[in-house]
């Protein structure tokens, strides 16, 4: 009984993750679904094994824990992303100036030579890569979602030129971009198809709007 409802949960587990049916549940939905599942099954081949031995077996309870860690690892990879890029690298507000009024963020260069930052975009976090090469803020597929685009939304008719070479990204228009208190609203973006894109961008059509944007050795200054 336990091993054949193991190989259903595994099969089931998979067919939501390659469908992107999981995705469509928030990561506390996810985590809940998993741990009523998980503990549904490894209380069932408990009481199942100790009628017919009269022994406790441990084997269930170790694969109920390690299952509930693999999900919950899945659906709070985003959450994990963040957090990653937060330790990487935060906007770091300058002293306070009283001759200059505008609002600035100070980024420190990250170990691999980039300059990241965590911004919120449409008020949700997301992680992005400072690309001055970039024309457009261009957003990962799972980046969109998070901030709450839908596929039916996108609309891939914009050929661009990247890393990878020539593919067709969704143009977008982003209600609002804030990295510390440096704020830029109405800007103009796109999203990448599925897969298509490591690292979001933070490129020119945030950049170009600022008055200032300078790197300074190790450090580059971000000012309204």
Known sequence: MFWPMTLI???????????GTLDEFSPVAQFVLALSVCTSVACMA?????????KFQILPVVWAISAIVIVGAYSFKDQGHLL???????PVAEPADPARLNPEVMLMRA????????????????GLLIDTGASLVLLRHDDARRIGMRDYELDYTMAVTTANGRSFVAPVTFEEIRIGGVVVREVEGAVARPDQLHSSLLGMSFIERLTEASIRSDRIILRN
């Not at 408990?46 to 009269?54: F, P, Q």
């Open 111 to 126: 170990w691999d030579g980039h300059f990241r930052a965590v911004a919120d975009v449409n008020d949700v976090p997301v």
């Open 84 to 90: 990653a890029l937060s330790m990487l690298e935060q």
């Open 9 to 19: 949960f595994a099969l089931l587990f998979s067919a939501l993750v390659l469908t």
């Open 46 to 54: 408990i009481t199942r094994s100790y009628m017919r031995s009269g």
